[in-house]
């Protein structure tokens, strides 16, 4: 058998196994909560021990660290409006409103998380080291890979990890107080790595074409369907040599900051990448056979459940070497395919499960990545919370507050990294 041949088939039969992992049943109904003006105020009543957030990730969590390095390329208007329109103002955070983060820290009592770049704040409580672009893997080992289309930031992992290790070391006066205070914290690890993904898909450079008439050939046919639908689709078998480094910077930061003495952790999966307006847009698939029952594209949500099936294997790894920690999977891709089931019943328009709320170009998805929310030309719809896509690539207020009741309160993260009191 060819070599490409046979990659062709160990691929095709690893996207069905996690399609078949994919499908388990999920464990519970949709939260079915109304989304509040304002975050409540804190009650500053510890939960569960709970006295401390650190958290680390992208522009699914950050709160304003990356409008105070100097926002560039497609995220630009992240500190300006429509972005923050549902709380009154544009704070960094890529929503109309407040992130998961923010519902989890009212959760427990605890005042919002300040960026780590607000010279400012006051981080008694937590800090918030999350910024917009940021990825997993560090931009100059993404670059020997080959992934050089990389326009936001350089503050990956690795260096909101230092940062974390400078502000702990400037906060204690010793590792054993470091410990001290980690015992009581709750330290969350992402979502991060998805840009990785990004920024390869976007890198776009196949090295093969199928020939001519190739169609009827299985493994040609195949790899050149692939590689044809879409601008950004079309680097997902190139992206895939990327899993295994993505999940090994996430889990080696996971090591670090245990043995640093963090008890309790959560470290959540990707999203279903095909569900994104973004990338819709871009594949513009024809084919419905590319579709799911929900409108998202199976390709790239098989893609996405490789990343998470790989990061879960991680997980159970430095579970059997920290017996002594909680260490939670928070399961994205599921809640939010939860959620996207049962759009409807939590208010959300079915009709705009796919398209961006703000944005341009109209069509399907409302979604033109050379004119993003906020640029010259763009509208915003008139009910943001009745869509679960704020700008085609971020979530609204309304869907990060039922991401954070279905995975701290419905069991989507697990094992339980919080025991909340019954009410």
Request: glycine share 10%.
């Amino acid at each position: 058998m060819a070599p490409t041949t046979a990659i062709l088939r160990v691929l095709v039969a690893l996207l069905l196994l996690v399609g078949c992992l994919a499908t388990r049943p999920l464990p519970c109904s949709p939260a079915t909560t109304k989304t509040p003006a304002m975050v409540p105020v804190p009650t500053m009543t510890a939960v569960d021990g709970i006295t401390a957030i650190y958290n680390f990730g992208d522009s699914i969590s950050d709160t304003g660290n990356f409008i105070r390095e100097g926002p560039v390329g497609l995220m630009e208007h992240t500190g300006e409006p429509p972005y923050g329109s549902a709380i009154g103002a544009a704070t960094g955070r890529c929503s109309d409103g407040y992130l998961m983060i923010d519902f989890l820290a009212a959760d427990l009592g605890l005042p919002l998380l300040s960026p780590y770049l607000d010279e400012r704040a006051d981080f008694t409580h937590g800090v918030n080291f999350a910024v917009t672009g940021a990825t997993a893997v560090d931009t100059a080992s993404l670059q020997s890979m080959g992934v050089d289309n990389m326009p936001h930031t350089n503050s990956s992992l690795s260096v909101q990890l230092q940062r974390f290790k400078d502000h702990m070391a400037s906060a204690s006066n010793s590792p054993s107080e470091i410990r001290e205070r980690l015992a009581s914290s709750l330290v969350m690890l992402g979502e991060i790595g998805g840009n990785d993904y990004n920024y390869a898909f976007a890198t776009n450079r196949p090295r093969h074409q199928a020939a001519a008439g190739a169609d009827d050939d299985w493994p040609h046919s195949l790899y050149y369907k692939f590689y044809n639908t879409g601008q950004m689709i079309t680097g997902a078998v190139e992206a895939m040599a990327l899993v295994p480094h993505v999940v090994a910077a996430i889990t080696g930061a996971a090591r670090e900051l245990l043995e640093m003495g963090a008890t309790r952790m959560v470290i959540p999966g990707n999203f279903p990448l095909g569900c994104a307006p973004s990338y819709l847009s871009a594949v513009g698939e024809k084919d419905p056979a590319a579709y799911d029952g929900n409108g998202c594209l199976v390709g790239l949500n098989l893609f996405a459940q490789m990343h998470n099936v790989a990061l879960q294997q991680g997980i159970r790894e430095l579970r059997a070497t920290y017996p002594g920690a909680t260490i939670a999977y928070a399961d994205y891709f599921s809640a939010y395919v939860r959620m996207l089931r049962a759009a409807s019943g939590l208010g959300f328009d079915a009709a705009a499960a796919t398209k961006a709320c703000c944005g341009a170009g109209g069509g399907e998805y409302n979604f033109d990545m050379d004119r993003m929310c906020g640029a010259t030309g763009t509208t915003v719809c008139e009910r943001p919370d009745g869509y679960l896509s704020w700008d085609g690539v971020h979530l609204t207020q309304r869907v990060y507050q039922v991401m954070n009741e279905l995975l701290y309160h419905r069991g989507f993260a697990y094992p339980a990294p919080i025991n909340f009191p019954r009410t």
